[in-house]
């Protein structure tokens, strides 16, 4: 982090920073944890969702709704895990459909430095719009 007067600079990449406050950050970035927090092979545990903005990992608001929804993970990225925990909330609705994007990072492009053999996951953002193409297709779905 670099501060500049009031405000700092969160460095989230080699080529992102965000511009906030130290109050805005905790409102808006920051996740509450408690005494079993733990960061594990396939999950992190311990942490208040709801605490926070930016996770929609319980995503309070859809708790308990009914409507038709699809949920899309990526296998590459950390979204794969918010995907999962709003589908585990989401247990109300008759058609709540979760998929994952094998081989899909950030923004679904595939993560060529995750295959083994080059074209491994093939087009990811053909498969997932194609998926979701058929899914909204469905006969009744919306009628």
Known sequence: MLSLGSYMYLIVS?????????????????????????ILADNLAGGDYDSTQIAPASYSPMQGDTITFLLMGITCHYEYLNAEQIHLNAVNSNDTVIVFGQGA????????DCE?????????????FDYVTEWLGKSGRFL
Do not use: W
């Open 14 to 38: 080699s080529t992102a920073a965000i511009k906030t406050s130290v109050r805005q950050f905790l409102f808006t970035v920051a996740i509450r944890v408690n005494e079993t927090f733990d």
């Open 105 to 112: 990072q950030h923004g679904i492009y595939t993560c060529t």
């Open 116 to 128: 083994s053999y080059p074209g491994e996951f093939g087009d990811t953002v053909r498969t997932c």
